[in-house]
């Protein structure tokens, strides 16, 4: 059964700063990954997707790493704006099965 | 390119009502369609999968008598909370894909379903 873990559970930092959150995933066969922001009471937005055989994909200011064998993934944040405060999700897809399982995301604040 | 919607946005109703909550996509076909549930502060749960046409698969631990989801075409699924309690109380998501495997999932906005 695939478990997802994210770190840090919260982080506070002040403007300006680059980021790497954290996850880790326990059954590697997995067929893609995807980073997802989510505000307060509303839905997700897809931040990056990455394919199970790609190691990196960037947006703007975002790039994640994927490195599959050892089940983890970051996701860098360059530049930290207030903006950027939200809930950070990762969740692997399962090879097969399809499903995307969440992890516990990151509660990322950024102070002006 | 690839909306997804979701109706109602907020929903309120009393103990032992059902309610529905549809999952549109808005400009492609989706064969498969995905529910989750969100409890406050926790991350999403994958409830079941629907495809097109067929029966849902409901993940262990989730009632498909309580949970009733319906999948009648390419654009459309919908599940209807039955007898509603406040247990049930959730923000509930859906996701919609084209094919029926492997490949990118699209989020709709989400329910919050409060039930009193």
């Known amino acids: 059964k695939q478990e997802v873990t994210q770190i840090p559970a919260a982080l506070s930092v002040p403007e300006g700063e680059n980021l790497v959150l954290n996850c880790s995933f326990t059954?590697?066969?997995?067929?893609?990954l995807q980073w997802f922001r989510q505000d307060p009471g509303k839905g997700l937005t897809s931040l990056l997707l990455i394919q199970s055989s790609q190691r990196e994909q960037t947006s703007g200011r975002l790039n994640a790493s994927l490195d599959k064998s050892s089940g983890r993934s970051t996701l860098y944040i360059a530049a930290s704006q207030p903006g950027d405060s939200a809930t950070y999700l990762c969740a692997p897809g399962g090879s097969g099965t399809y499903k995307y399982i969440f992890g516990t995301g990151t509660r990322l604040k950024v102070l002006a | 390119g690839a909306v997804v919607s979701q109706h109602p946005s907020r929903v309120i109703c009393k103990s032992g009502t059902s309610v529905k909550i549809e999952c549109r996509s808005l400009d492609f076909q989706a064969t498969t369609m995905f529910w989750y549930r969100q409890f406050p502060k926790q991350s999403l749960m994958l409830m079941a999968t629907s495809n097109e046409g067929s029966k849902a698969t409901y993940e262990q631990g989730v009632e498909k008598d309580k949970f009733l989801i319906n999948h009648a075409s390419l654009t459309l699924s919908t599940l209807t909370v039955t007898s509603a309690h406040p247990e049930d109380s959730s923000f509930y998501i859906c996701s919609a894909s084209r094919l029926a495997g492997g490949d990118t999932q699209y989020f709709g906005p989400g329910t919050r379903l409060t039930v009193l």
């Open positions: 059954d590697s066969a997995i067929y893609n």
